[in-house]
Antibody
């Protein structure tokens, strides 16, 4: 069955780089897009970006300068890298297969 | 960016009530809208695709409708398991944008 699981550090220092991994199973990354969505504590959802089946990427315009999404199809993994982290980046980060299947999310706290 | 104005931000209702949640798009998004349900500590669950199509396994008391740039999610007869946050998402244009969410509570 389709599964996605996010992994990464729970705590990141301000100005540092966040690296998250989304490990998927039950579907192929070469046939499906994977999106990242985040949710600050107690707030709404925000689309972060995506990597499409052909490998092209799209990023939220407000995050574009700090964000990179890539993948390793042989390992069924999608990667999110965001640099220059600030406290406003504190959120639960979800990966999702085009919004039908979602990972459980990983809480990332930006704090010194 | 396309703004999705969602209302109300919160509401309380009684079991058996008919409940409607709205999203208004600032630009034409056609039928490129998804409604999600999210319970505390859980991932969003898609409820309605293409503005009006019920997702697999979603009870028939849920429905979606569209009138121009106004989109609605309706729960025909509220049940206790429906207490959750609800979000709309437009995927017509980048960046994809969500509404601010509606918290649905039991009166």
């Amino acid at each position: 069955q389709v599964q996605l699981k996010e992994s990464g550090p729970g705590l990141v220092q301000p100005s540092q780089t966040l690296s998250l991994t989304c490990t998927v199973s039950g579907f192929s990354l070469t046939s499906n897009s994977v999106h990242w969505v985040r949710q600050p504590p107690g707030k709404g959802l925000e689309w972060v970006g995506a990597i499409w089946s052909g490998g092209s990427t799209e990023y939220h315009s407000a995050l574009k300068s700090r964000l990179s999404i890539s993948r390793d199809t042989s390992k069924s993994q999608v990667f999110l890298k965001m640099n220059s982290l600030q406290t406003e980046d504190t959120a639960v980060y979800f990966c999702t297969k085009y919004f039908d299947y979602w990972g459980q999310g990983v809480m990332v706290t930006v704090s010194s | 960016d396309i703004q999705m104005t969602q209302s109300p931000s919160s509401m309380s209702a009684s079991l058996g009530d008919r409940v409607t949640i709205n999203c208004q798009a600032s630009q034409d998004i056609g039928k490129n809208l998804i409604w999600f349900q999210q319970k505390p500590g859980k991932s969003p669950r898609p409820m309605i695709y293409f503005a009006t199509t019920l997702a697999n396994g979603v009870p028939s008391r849920f429905s979606g409708s569209r009138s121009g740039s106004d989109y609605s999610l309706t729960i025909r007869s509220l049940e206790s398991e429906d207490m959750a946050d609800y979000h709309c998402l437009q995927y017509k244009q980048y960046p994809y944008t969500f509404g601010a969410g509606t918290k649905l509570e039991l009166k």
